[in-house]
C-alpha cells in the first residue's frame, strides 16, 4: 500500500538548518510530482515546496525562497527539503504529500499524507 514516512524534524535555534526526509513506498516516487506542505498552530496546511517528475520543474513557495532546496533520491523513494536560516515561522508540522498534479499545484483527493514531522525554532 501507499505509504510517506517524514522524519528529520526537531528542535533548532534561529538560524540552524534541518535536512526532513519523506520515505516512500509502494509507489514509486520518481514518477509522480510530490510536495513538501507545513501547517503552523492554529493555521492551514500550506505548500513549501515542491518537484515534477524528472526534477523538470521545482518550486520554492516565497516564504523559504532562497532558503530552502527540495531534492529527491529516486534510487532510495526518498524526498528531501534542505532548509537554512531558519526563523520562528518555520515552526510547524511539515508533511510530504503525493502525487501531486504537476509542480506547483495543490493537493487533490488523491493525494497521499504522511503522518508528519514536527519543526520547532527557538532560541
Known amino acids: 500500500q501507499v505509504q510517506l514516512v517524514e522524519s528529520g524534524g526537531g528542535l533548532v535555534q534561529p538560524g540552524g538548518s534541518l535536512k526532513l526526509a519523506c520515505a516512500a513506498s509502494?509507489?514509486?516516487?520518481?514518477?509522480?510530482?510530490i510536495g513538501w506542505f507545513r501547517q503552523a498552530p492554529g493555521k492551514a496546511r500550506v505548500g513549501v515546496a515542491c518537484?515534477?517528475?524528472?526534477?523538470?520543474?521545482?518550486y520554492i513557495s516565497s516564504s523559504v525562497r532562497g532558503r530552502a532546496t527540495i531534492s529527491r533520491d529516486n534510487a532510495k523513494n526518498m524526498l528531501y527539503l534542505q532548509m537554512d536560516s531558519l526563523n520562528a515561522e518555520d515552526t510547524a508540522v511539515y508533511y510530504c504529500?503525493?502525487?501531486?498534479?504537476?509542480?506547483?499545484?495543490?493537493?487533490?483527493?488523491?493525494?497521499?499524507w504522511g503522518q508528519g514531522t514536527q519543526v520547532t525554532v527557538s532560541s
Open positions: 504529500g503525493a502525487p501531486l498534479p504537476r509542480c506547483p499545484s495543490p493537493p487533490t483527493s488523491n493525494t497521499k
Open positions: 509502494g509507489f514509486t516516487l520518481a514518477d509522480y510530482a
Open positions: 518537484i515534477s517528475p524528472n526534477d523538470g520543474n521545482i
